[in-house]
């Protein structure tokens, strides 16, 4: 067999230009035990630690693909939960960067985390509008929550009871007993989607957020609360606040109903009236509970304070005591007693706004934090890619909200257009609506930021010390990168110059614009008039027109300067001779416009992508069409060859760069990492490194390795990865004895690794069940000889596990499931492996080999297949024994860890005992040493004194 042709595989090498993404949150965390100072920010795939003091990255917490769409941190500040687009969940050590626990069960993006009070339970809601609690210390989901048909917007925990808070698009708040798994109440109130939703002042109270300008207020009050507190309630509480009528009879009645059996009531109080008229975008509250945060889908947000009980008790005396001095001043004291019984407290004295902050931008997510000097400082992630920081003094009664940092210089404020590559394959150049930016390729630093016009399409020039930019207003901008500053802007056309190409000889190039003309230019030096030295600047002089037909949407030089290409507005490629400008072809076949084009090095082929998502290959010796192919799955937004070869890169909507082959017509390969439209490309002129850009507002580096890529071995591998994801998206296993309409169910879903943990538990049976029949052959044959015979011939994998026992080995393979994807795994195997498994377990236990994991299989394995066992006899015994042993050992383990808490309790208190005499100690040698350098310096006095 002949050696097929290989090619080099590209790789991702860095991602560049971001400072937070607009898909998820942003939270402030702990570094170094200092609070306030570093915010976890989403960076496409990655969560960015940022000090925003200094504006630098601290620490990159690492994604495998999918988009981060939401974060949240534990209460104790060491863990990060990260949820992504694809509905994993990883929690992240913030001490060490790495993750810890990955979850698995949402079939889409996750759209809510929360922990609980002691970070043992994390609650998460996705779009597949399912909510489910996992147990973070046991590394597996607890159960899954189903009743919301929106996707849901929040799940909050909380403080003081085992109750679930969760809101959706559907327009429902939901409350949910974890102890019962069930949903035992929800308002019906609302008439939008539920944005966001906060429980505060100890699970007493609720605010929800909708899609208008009110903040509504619940108070929810427990029932067997109610009947302990009795009549010994506070003057603030008799003062309960005016109720609030439902919208709707029928709403009302369900849910007076509902609180006859309910274990709460949550009543409506009245709503916050906000600034903004638009949707609540997010509520955040500060660790304290005081400080309340509210911001829409624009720039403004605002900020409520939360009064405590003697504050609200004050300002409610303080009214009395006007209403009174009034009631005098009007007809005496006659009705004194009566304003007194009548004034109640409002809810604008509870909660009360505080201040307005206005960003420079749309805000995307924000956090809040009170600091030490009871400062509230708050962090906003906004959407043009920058982070700012506002320090607000709680203590002033018209506190001023005052900007302290930004984090924007590495990044653009908007997606970028265009890139290119220097001769020297050392830096990059980036426009985007506002500036141009020049990086190094090997730091990944931007190390020039030049203001300009909208650019639409850039280049160097004349030995990489210039660079020109064409914006959208028709101008050619011209900028000298060591100064970083414009030299010139030139009136070129009247219409966006959508593409420059520079002359292979480099002293001109072309422009071609919305106006429908190309225009030919030339570089000169000229002398300043206004300037007095003797030096000279780069200038460009435009030479030549040809007027086109319809706007030109890109336009080409061929590398041996014979030919210039231009793409139109009517799907047509126009081909001109470069020295007389005579037409010489015409190529069509594009549906729709030709957005973008590229000749190869040696002249000979053109490729051309268009909207209507093929690309063409072009011979220019007659403008034949090659080949025409179906490239991307939305419109091709940017094509280019690498450099003395027919391989060609080319970028679309779909969010994918694909390779291919221009000779062989070949789809090489597919690079996958932006999470946008891909807007540009450039390719390194060595061909070593593509940089692109997306919509996500991220810079990509691609680098070429040395690693060979076969087409057969890509195509396999990309028919393996469809596969895994339809395994993934498809139908998930039937629970016996579960209705598929019930509100719980499994925690964890079906997909490609708890498949292959159930292979790996069946074949460690199979080999069990081997491996222990030729042992008790081999016994038999040794009673029946009456001799000790040479044991059988160990099965390979025991022998490379150190001659393990059967026994053992199934042990280890079943410890190295992931515990979130245990239960998935066992749901999968066949009933006839439950057959063998159940004795297996009842062995383990009774022999106290790893109780906890095999009574938590033990159990799943009897609810789910409870018809079948109870009704098999042969496994009657088996039951029995389980029943009996489970007990005695799960006993005995209790046992065990409560004397070891005991002890360690009880050397915690011993601890501290000894510490306190050790402070006493230290204070009092503290003590000595303050009365010796007195002592010193009163003898030091007085020889001075003398002297």
Known sequence: MGLTKQYLRYASSALFGVVGSNKANIVFVEQRGLKGKYAAVPACEHVFIWDIRKGEKVLVLQGTK?????????????????????????????????????????????????????????????????????DVVNESGLFRLKGHKGVITQCVFMKEHNILVTSSKDTFVKFWDLDTQHCFKTLLAHRTEVWDCLVCDNDQRLITGAADSELRVWDIAFKDQEEEEG?????????????????????????????????????????????????????SLDATGRFMGCHGPDSSLELFLHCTEDEAKKKLQKRQKRARKRQREKDGDQNEDQEDTELSLELGDQIRSLCHIKAASKIRSFDVLVEADNTAKLVLLLHNNTIETYSISTTEKKPEPQRSSTVSLPSHRSDVRTLSFSSDNTTVLSGSGDCVKIWNRSTLQCIRTMKSGYALCSAFVTGERHCIIGNKAGQLELFDIASGTILETIEAHEGAVWSISVAPDKKGFVTGSADKTLKFWQFELVSDEDEKQTSKRLTAVHTRTLQMSDDVLCVKYSPDQRLVAASLLDSTIKVFFADTLKFFLSLYGHKLPVLTMDISSDSTLLVSGSADRNIKLWGLDFGDCHKSIFAHDDSIMCVQFVPDTHLFFTGGKDKKIKQWDGDNFEHVQTLEGHHGEVWCLAISPNGDHVASSSHDKSLRLWERTEEPLVLQEEREMEREKEFEESIAKGEQTTIPGEAASAETGMAGKKTIETVKAAERIMEALELYKEETTKLKEHEIQCKLQKKKLPPPKMHPLLEVYGNLTPKKYFMQVLKKVKSSELEESLLVLPFNYILDLLPLLENYISSGLEVELCCRCLFFLLRIHHGQITSNQLLLPVIEKLRHGTIQKVTELRDTIGFNMAGLQHLQRELEAGQEVQFFADATGRLKEKKKKRKKTEAKAVLAMAT
Request: net charge negative; aromatic share 6%; with cysteine.
């Open 66 to 134: 999918h988009e981060v769409t939401y974060l949240a941190k534990s209460p104790q500040g060491n863990t990060l939960a990260v949820g992504y687009a694809d509905g994993s969940i990883c929690l992240f050590s913030l001490v060490t960067g790495e993750v810890t626990v990955t979850f698995s069960g949402h079939k889409s993006a996750v759209t809510a985390l929360s922990f609980d009070q002691q970070a043992l339970r994390l609650v998460s809601g996705s779009n597949d509008t399912d909510v489910i609690v996992w």
């Open 231 to 283: 009549d010994g309630e506070s003057p603030v509480k008799k003062a309960k606040l005016q109720r609030v009528e439902e919208f709707g009879t029928e709403d009302e009645g369900e849910e007076d109903e509902e609180e006859e059996s309910s274990i709460l009531t949550c009543t409506r109080v009245g709503s916050v009236m906000r600034h903004g008229r638009e949707r609540v975008a997010s509520l």
